[in-house]
DNA sequence: CGCATCGTTGACATAACTCAACGGCTGTGG
DNA sequence: CCACAGCCGTTGAGTTATGTCAACGATGCG
């Protein structure tokens, strides 16, 4: 069962034999799959396995806020243990596998295992600072900047999985990368056809191949987050 | 040293009493004085006694983004716990103090009480969808929106801790109003204007009331956050 | 192979920004 | 305690980035 490819990236060895102990549980899903919804009940955390995982809000009108794009090795779930009740839906963008990290399991092993809460606190850190990135973002970058850096982003993050840094695959829709950056599906589809145009990126499709990383990060502000 | 007020609302007795264990220390503040700059060490988080605090961000360019006003009994300073560095400056609205608690300490204590852990990993939770629900108004919301959504949230937040719900003082400037919600401060004194204009609010500077609570309600999408 | 979804592009509308001028607090130092 | 300076807030006029509506083309799923 056990599997580095669960593991938060950055982890130290020593650090992923302890969570491999949790993990007793895979689950696959199907692209457009919801690995759970606003409202459930939150016993665990999830690890992506494989695959990538969008997570959204809702409000009460209906309104729809993408809070990320979750790819192998990130963690899933962590908002919703104020209540242990979901405050988000979580929706696999491809065929994926999470493992399943059970809340009573971690409470088990970290009382003999100070590291292990502190390794978990440092990860609940991790995803305030993302979040707070994101705030950045929408709340003082242009459109362009914010596309620039969200595609910066994704570089950075594929390329420490050891995927290409300048050729990969977009897994959500125009539609979805508006609604997090908090643009319309058409100015992100106008902003792919101007960087194209202006030789920063090849874009076909949901295929992107990024042409001139450096005039993407001037455009960004220098800040391709984490 | 114990006080309640140091502690985050909402928390039980039991639990409060473990924590006064953990606050050895309290810092005095004067308005417009920081806690801490981004870069500081890490050691400690922060429970607000008295006062007023914001955090913010500031990238490479020196651009500066706020991403919370903080009130007695909310925490400080969990987003720098990922490497034991802070990533924000925190800076005090008006003369405050703020209660210490020490990660060492923590970590100490928490080893004999699991449920201090719990209750810690729940307040982190709580920042998480805090800055989610910042990132659903800018992200979603238009302008009147999300002002009349700042006001509401602010009004249920004071309420909280035994003060008027309909009659407080604004700590923060147009302008950092501004930031935090991604508009300018022009933008921020005409919504101020039309909202009075309308009856939803009478405001004097920084005094304002809120004359029409079911109205503001209604247009911030009756979200009005935590 | 056909249909539904997704992506592109254009024309136009508008919310929010920018720049500018001015008035009123506030706090400080004489 | 008063006068002044600097900051803060307001308001207006004009601009612009981004949204809206609409038509069409491309993909890829079933």
Redesign the pocket.
Known sequence: MLNELCLPVGMSHNDVIKLDELIKERIRLSKGSALFHLGDHAEAIYAIRSGSIKTQLEDATGQVQITGFLLPGELIGMDGLLNYEQTSHAIALEDSEVCVMRLEDMDRLSMHMPSLQQQFRRLMSKEINRSHRLVMSLGSL???QRLAAFLLNLSHRLSALGYSSTDFI?RM???EI?NYL?????????L??RFAREGLIR????EIKLLDYQALQALSGSDCGD
Request: glycine letters at 8%.
């Open positions: 242009r459109s362009e977009l829709s125009r539609e508006g908090g643009l319309t599906l058409e100015t992100v589809s106008r792919f056809s874009i076909q499709q949901r």
